[in-house]
């Protein structure tokens, strides 16, 4: 049964770093990979997705990898600003399934 | 740009009330989720349709029923509400299986309280 992690489950750095979220997973038999943003109270919202034949995907500052032999997907987050405060979460889609397994999110902020 | 429309961002509802959440997705997906969202438990999957008429339960289908009468459009019906059924519910979307990358799209969601 695939399990999704990330860890940590919160996060805070000042405005200009650059981070790295992590997510991690049990079973590499995955369709794709996707990473959502979460404002409070609001709902998800689609960052990155990544197929499972591919290695990585870039959206402006944003950059998405995935590494099925390790179980194991990163978030970076270049030049990080205080509108980038939000709960990362990922989610896997375990292949020839529709259902798609989420894991529970790292809250960010960023410190302006 | 593809929307995933929820038609109540927040309700209150008495014990025992019947709630219908209602969802509509304009970019023709077959696939259709309900999710209920609480603190320290993530994202459940309630039910989830892939077809007009055609329904799977969830992870956590117990006090709910679905309804999928036009494609575009999936309801989530709590028959009699309780205190424990309140929570955030998330609608999304796909496209069927085996056919594009399998982006799932959420709605801005439903704040329901049950008093």
């Known amino acids: 049964k695939q399990e999704v992690t990330q860890i940590p489950a919160a996060l805070s750095v000042p405005e200009g770093e650059n981070l790295v979220l992590n997510c991690s997973f049990t079973d590499s038999a995955i369709y794709n990979l996707q990473w959502f943003r979460q404002d409070p109270g609001k709902g998800l919202t689609s960052l990155l997705l990544?197929?499972?034949?591919?290695r990585e995907q870039t959206s402006g500052r944003l950059n998405a990898s995935l590494d099925k032999s390790s179980g194991r997907s990163t978030l970076y987050i270049a030049a990080s600003q205080p509108g980038d405060s939000a709960t990362y979460l990922c989610?896997?889609?375990?292949?020839?399934?529709?259902?798609?397994?989420f894991g529970t999110g790292t809250r960010l902020k960023v410190l302006a | 740009d593809v929307k995933v429309t929820q038609s109540s961002r927040y309700l209150v509802k008495r014990t025992g009330e019947k709630v219908f959440l209602e969802c509509v997705q304009d970019m023709d997906h077959e696939n259709m989720f309900w999710y209920r969202q609480d603190p320290g438990l993530g994202l459940r999957l309630i039910y989830f349709?892939?077809?007009?008429?055609?329904?799977e339960k969830g992870d956590i289908p117990e006090g709910y029923s679905v309804s999928r009468e036009k494609k575009e459009r999936f309801s989530l019906i709590l028959e009699s509400a309780s205190t424990n059924q309140t929570s955030m519910y998330l609608c999304?979307?796909?496209?069927?299986?085996?056919?594009?990358?399998?982006?799932?799209?959420f709605g801005e969601g439903s704040r329901l309280t049950v008093l």
């Open positions: 990544i197929q499972s034949s591919q």
């Open positions: 989610a896997s889609r375990t292949s020839g399934t529709y259902k798609y397994i």
């Open positions: 349709s892939y077809d007009v008429k055609m329904k």
């Open positions: 999304a979307s796909s496209l069927r299986l085996g056919l594009g990358p399998g982006e799932l799209f």
